[in-house]
């Protein structure tokens, strides 16, 4: 993973040739008439790789896909799930809309930020293992409050449940 | 419903009769309980007869405009010589509403044998499953589904060997509730911004990759193989005698303060009052129901007297000052404040706009500010006319109706519950200090 500026990391490209990448990314290409149709999925590779997706993972992403990087990059502005910063190793979102706020979502908010050393709403801990962010409603508003760690729902989590939920993570 | 709950003995299952086993999320498992029998007879029919069928049942839209599905598939004309295209909503963003993820993680073959039988009917050859990037389960439990059906030779070129091509493929969205509007989705399938379409066109005419395509929600697309298998007089004995404008069953998301939250699927026409009480349990120990939304967070919020004497189907919520929506019922009791949640769900519509349209993007947000700024105690009286008059700017003019959305809470909460409001400018918690420069 590169830094975001300074002490920058050389990139390493996701869809070179004859990776296991490349070849899906061919396999989505052969599902659209349009090569700017893969735009999404290719994202979703390389953050799937590299943990976000950075300037020059929207470069590859453009030339691959013979779109310019402007275009990418308003696109990935876009979707709130690709993440233009790194992020903590684990990745926390707990959802805050009105069905889960009425059941007490907020306090659950409190109680992962309390535990996991982060100052701040989307800020990562201080030893990189943690971020945390609100999100808007997570489909699953009969289960308040579920929550998001990285690609994992974890269901009806309270904030006496959060030091279990930090604990199980590895 | 069977999952988190067992189903309620007065519930009527016949989406949700699998959900909670694990093996009905397999082929095997699904052949077991007559799955793609529809598929195999649909096939052997002309789209025609199929989309003749679906218009006789009486199957509206479940996605939330409740659009009669069998109308909207006779605006396809298979043979035009153009790739036509079906696009299945599995976006589900609506607040209070849950019901396609429990379809897809414990029946993907329903969903997938739905699509197909769509697809064949309209005339495509390609079906995208548009499934909201958060739903990792759901994802996983469809791609394995489809991955089974291309083995077995149910989809692809030669589907179910009838010569007939069905290809369908999941697209997983990034995170953006606008998505969920079907012109916005299918932007975002070509690789755009979500941002909604102007209509006309339709995207019956130009839709996709400007060709002509379908967009049906999850529910919807997972009824058509019943009423493939058993018949459009079949479906009709679900209903009112005196409204057969709503016809079959339908699962409700039940959220908020209440006893019993999850999936249930009633019939058109249930009485909400033993619905909320009877199946779902009433308010928690101690409380007292305040407000109910009955169709996820878009629809105008409902008085308990309102609730209590609704019928449960698209006419029925209408009546009642609210509409049927995606069912995804959002209960507020009365520990609740109100306007604050009213307030959140402004915010939702804030953070959700895709910022195109002018009274959107400024509504909402202006919207969001005001009422924070009344739930902080700073609110005036003249907040209120305020906040109708935005509303009314936001109400019929803009390209979508995610405006409208953030303005219906609003407006139905400030007539219902104006003393909610009101009580909180009283109680002035502090007056605003001026900054000083
Ligand atoms: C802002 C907005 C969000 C929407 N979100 C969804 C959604 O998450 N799922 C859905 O099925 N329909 C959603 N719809 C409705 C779709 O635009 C469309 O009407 C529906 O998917 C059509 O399917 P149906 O006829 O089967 O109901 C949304 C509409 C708007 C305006
Ligand atoms: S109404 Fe709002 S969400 Fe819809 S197109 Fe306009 S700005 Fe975008
Ligand atoms: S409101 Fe929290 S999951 Fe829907």
New interface residues.
Partial sequence: MSARDGGRERYVPVFTADSARRKELDDVLS????K??????A??MIQHEHGWVSEDGMAEVAQV?ELTPAYVK??VT?????HQHPVGTHFIQVC????????GAEAVVDAFLKHTGCQELGQTSPDGKYTVIEV?????????TPI?IN???IESVTPETVPDVLAGLK | MGY?HRPHERETTVLSKHFGEKEATTLDGWKKRGGYTALQKALGMAPGDIVTIVKDSGLRGRGGAGFPTGIKWSFMKPGDGK?HYLCCNAD???????K??EIMRWTPHALIEGCAIGSYAIGAE?CYIYI??????CIKAVEAGLKEAYAAGILGKNAMGTGKTV?I?V???????ICGEETAMMN???????NPRIKPPFPAVSGV?AQPTTINNVETLAAVPHIINNGADWYKQWMRPDNPKSIGTKLY?????IQK???YEVPMGFPFKDFLYDLCGGPLPGRKFKAIIPGG?SVPIQTVDEAEASLMDYEGFVAQGTMLGSG?V?V??DA?NLV??IA??AR?FA??S?AQCTQCREGTAWTTKILERIVAGDGTHEDLDTLLEIAENMTGKTICVLSDSCATPVVSGIKKFRGDFEALIKKKKHFPVPAVA
């Fill in positions: 599902r659209y008439p349009t700017m149709a893969a735009l999404l999925p994202l979703w896909l308003g696109v876009f979707y709130t799930m690709y805050t809309t009105s069905p889960c706020n009425v059941c808007e409603c997570l489909g699953a508003c009969g289960f308040a998001m690609e994992d729902f | 988190p790739p589900e963003s609506e607040p209070g509403t849950f396609d993820r390609t909201r990037g958060e739903f990792t389960e290809n493929y697209h997983r969205g990034a995170g953006a509730y975002s399938i070509e690789g755009r911004r979500g990759f998301s039940v959220c908020g303060n939250p999850g999936n967070i995804g959002i507020i009791d609740q604050k949640q959140r769900a939702f953070h959700e895709c």
